[in-house]
C-alpha cells in the first residue's frame, strides 16, 4: 500500500535567607508545619559543605512537551558554579553562556509529562534548591486555507501519555516548521478520512525529515470521529509525517491483533471539527504525483504515478504552532 493512501510555570522556587529546621515539633499547628514543609522542599537543609550557596528564584520555560526549555537559577554564591539535576523528563541538559554570581541558566528539552521536579545543587553536591513543575499534555494549532475567503483553524489535544512516540515525533515535525505549507492531499469520503503531511501544493512530494516510527495503535485509543492518527505503509513501523483526521468512527482502523495491528491514534481535535467536515466536502480528482525536482515521477514501467481523491483546490496548512 502506497503511504500516500495509508492512514497514515514557570515554576518557580523561592526561599528565605533564615534557615529553617527540617525535623517539626508535634505541637506546630498544622498551617504552621505546611511553611515549612514547603520552605524545606524549596532550601535544602545546611549541610555544612562550606560553600556559601542562596538560590531565591527558580524558573522553568516553557514547560511544554518537546520543546527546548530554560531553567533560570538566580541568587548569590555562584562564582563557583551549580550543577541542575532534573529527576526525569528534561534530556540533553546543557548550562548557556553567560552566567555569572547571580544568575546561571541550563537548557534541556522536556521529554515527559506530569509533575517534574529539578534539583540545584552546588558543584560539593549539596542540594541547595529544587522545583517542581508541571508539563501539560500538549496542544497544536493549524491554521489551514482553502476553505472559503477566510483562514480556519484546527486545535488539537496530544496523548502523549499513551501515544508518547507518535506525539513526541508530530512535535518534532511542527516546532520545524515542516507542516506550514503541506496539503491535505487526500479526502477519502469511502474511507471517511482526511490526510496531510507528505505533499506541498501542485501535488508536489515532500520528504520526511525524520526516522519512521513504531506502531502505537495498541494504546487504547480508538479511532473514533474527529481523532487524529499516523498514516503509515502496509509496514507496522512505517510511520513518519503523515497524519490523518477520522471524518468519522472507523472502529475497523483499531488495534484488533498483532496479526491486524489497525493504526494508531494519538490525539483529538479539540476545536474545529466543523472545518475538517468541510474538507470532507471538497471536490476530489486523480492528479500525477510531482517529485521534489519538480517532474512527474513515474514507476518501474515509465508510466505516471497519480493519487486519488486529491482536493482539486489546495487545502493548505499555512501554519502549525504548539500552542501549548
Not at 522545583?131 to 477566510?150: D, K, N
Amino acid at each position: 500500500m502506497n503511504q500516500s493512501h495509508a492512514h497514515q510555570q514557570s515554576a518557580s522556587a523561592s526561599a528565605s535567607a533564615i534557615s529553617l529546621p527540617c525535623l517539626f515539633s508535634r505541637k506546630l499547628t498544622l498551617r504552621t508545619l505546611y511553611t515549612l514543609l514547603v520552605a524545606c522542599v524549596l532550601v535544602a537543609c545546611s549541610s555544612g559543605g562550606g560553600d556559601d550557596i542562596f538560590v531565591s528564584t527558580v524558573t522553568v520555560a516553557p514547560a511544554s512537551l518537546g520543546r527546548s526549555s530554560v531553567i533560570t537559577v538566580s541568587g548569590s554564591g555562584f562564582v563557583q558554579g551549580i550543577t541542575v539535576s532534573p529527576d526525569t523528563g528534561c534530556d540533553d541538559l546543557k548550562e548557556l553562556a553567560g552566567g555569572n554570581n547571580l544568575t546561571r541558566q541550563f537548557s534541556c528539552t522536556v521529554s515527559a509529562i506530569g509533575e517534574l521536579t529539578i534539583r540545584v545543587k552546588s558543584t560539593i553536591g549539596r542540594e541547595v534548591a529544587s522545583v517542581r513543575f508541571i508539563v501539560p499534555e500538549p496542544e497544536v494549532t493549524l491554521t489551514v486555507s482553502g476553505l472559503g475567503p477566510t483562514d480556519q483553524q484546527i486545535v488539537l489535544a496530544l496523548d502523549g501519555t499513551r501515544a508518547p512516540i507518535s506525539t513526541r515525533n508530530f512535535l518534532a515535525y511542527v516546532n520545524s516548521g515542516f507542516y506550514d505549507g503541506i496539503i491535505f492531499h487526500r479526502v477519502d469520503t469511502s474511507n471517511g478520512v482526511v490526510q496531510a503531511g507528505g505533499f506541498v501544493g501542485g501535488l508536489q512530494s515532500k520528504a520526511a525529515e525524520r526516522a519512521a516510527i513504531p506502531l502505537e495503535s495498541a494504546n487504547g485509543l480508538s479511532n473514533l470521529r474527529g481523532t487524529l492518527g499516523m498514516a503509515r505503509t502496509s509496514a507496522p513501523g512505517s510511520a513518519t509525517s503523515q497524519f490523518y483526521f477520522n471524518v468519522r468512527d472507523n472502529l475497523g482502523f483499531d488495534y484488533q491483533s498483532d496479526a491486524a495491528p489497525g493504526f494508531a491514534v494519538f490525539g483529538r481535535v479539540t476545536d474545529g471539527l466543523a472545518v475538517i467536515d468541510r474538507m470532507a466536502e471538497a471536490q476530489v480528482a486523480t492528479l500525477p504525483v510531482i517529485g521534489s525536482d519538480g517532474k512527474p515521477i513515474v514507476d518501474s514501467s515509465g508510466r505516471p504515478v497519480s493519487l486519488s481523491n486529491v482536493p482539486v483546490q489546495d487545502i493548505t496548512i499555512r501554519s502549525a504552532i504548539q500552542t501549548r
